[in-house]
């Protein structure tokens, strides 16, 4: 018997659309081939939201993403709103629906795939192998944190740090979880030298290391380990750290693999889980059929496992992108120069054709 599932697409800005699209074809595939139903519906989100409805998150998406049994993201970002009040960027509706959704723990999986050894700036003796989680604390930090100013004609602007014990301990855990099914080592990062508040991050997640004697915790301070993910990138399992740590670090990950288009993410916590892939919305690229769907379409992937529970599923996605990237596919920010890119829609239907056929037992 097949799963019934209702999927709130929000495909946004820039190559949002066309990555989402590319991510349905695979996910329709997989409905098709185990049987499953899922009821999707597109929302908007971000400057397009704010286009047509004055505002970067409607009341109608935020309640179609509560209703949802899993929320699938484009991206959100447009140059035009770069100068707009905050509340009218459109990434002021991203941060308001993780919000709204409660989710406090943001996933990013990186791994060097087979024959992608040498696409990034690392020699492939240094890539290969790479396979680590960056686990970022979504709600708390500088993004979110009061009082903040900007006064610009003073010349002053003011960004306010808290965090709290329970917001650590329950990030923590998720990281300790997530090793726990790996290879047992997760890295705190933070900034203790310096900040009173990575001093109280360091001291929850030694005693949420405590209940968890089965992996190993270390430490390392921001800046170092910025360098280390450079030099010793198979040396990291699971890296949990906080908002403004986890946004840059998971970037430079996105270098050590090749390409930011290869990475995905889910958004977890109370509500319905939020998938998006991490390269956000490239507006230079948008419409032209060039941008690698392969982080959108591994986002979709984990729709299905932490977000539907079809881990089945979510495996025979990982193994079609696997076995099409061994055969050679590639798109215009992986392949050699002179050699033929696929297209995003080319990417996503080889993907789509490579998952096998469920057989029932």
């Known amino acids: 018997m097949g799963r019934r599932a209702r999927l709130a697409v929000l495909p946004g800005d820039g190559i949002g659309p066309e990555v989402t699209a590319a991510a349905m074809t695979v996910l329709k595939a997989v409905a098709a081939r185990f049987s499953h139903d ?20 409607p009341e109608e998406t935020l309640a179609a993403c509560r209703d949802a049994d899993a929320v699938l993201l484009g991206a959100v970002g447009d140059p035009a709103y ?24 943001n996933i990013r999986p990186a791994r060097v795939y087979r ?14 192998g790479v396979d680590l989680v960056v686990v970022r604390e979504l709600t708390g930090g500088l993004y979110f ?30 990281a300790f979880r997530l ?55 198979s040396a990291f399992d699971v890296v949990v750290t906080e908002n403004l740590f986890g946004d840059i ?8 693999v090749g390409s930011l288009g290869l990475l995905p993410s889910a958004s977890l ?32 992937a984990m729709l299905l496992e932490d977000g539907l529970g079809l881990t089945e599923e979510a495996a025979a996605v990982h193994r079609a992108i696997e076995a099409v990237l061994e055969k050679g596919a590639r798109t215009a920010d992986l392949a050699p120069r002179g050699t033929r890119a696929l297209g995003t829609r080319e990417m996503a239907r080889a993907v789509a054709d490579a998952i096998p056929a469920h057989v029932a037992v």
């Open 249 to 256: 670090l998971s970037d430079e990950v996105g270098a050590l």
């Open 179 to 233: 090793a726990v099914g790996r290879r047992k080592k997760v890295t705190s990062v933070d900034k203790s030298n310096v900040l009173e508040t990575s001093q109280l991050w360091r001291a929850v997640t030694t005693d949420v290391g405590a209940r968890h004697p089965d992996v190993v915790l270390e430490h390392q301070l921001v800046d170092s380990c910025a360098m280390n993910l450079v030099l010793y990138p």
């Open 115 to 128: 024959g992608l050894e040498g696409a990034g700036p690392l020699k492939p003796e240094i890539a290969r």
């Open 269 to 300: 916590g109370d509500g319905p889980g939020l998938f998006e892939p991490v390269h956000g919305s490239a507006p230079a690229l948008a419409g032209r059929d060039v941008a690698n769907p392969i982080g959108a379409i591994a986002t979709a």
């Open 38 to 57: 899922f009821i999707v519906s597109e929302w908007p989100i971000g400057a397009i939201a704010m286009r047509t409805k004055g505002v970067p998150l």
């Open 145 to 174: 944190g009061t009082p903040r100013a900007l006064d610009l004609a003073e010349g002053t602007a003011v960004n306010t740090l808290p965090y709290t014990r329970p917001e650590v301990e329950r990030i923590a855990e998720v």
């Open 82 to 105: 770069d100068l707009a009040p905050r509340d009218k960027r459109p990434e002021a509706g991203l941060l308001e629906l993780r919000k709204a959704l409660g989710l406090y723990a």
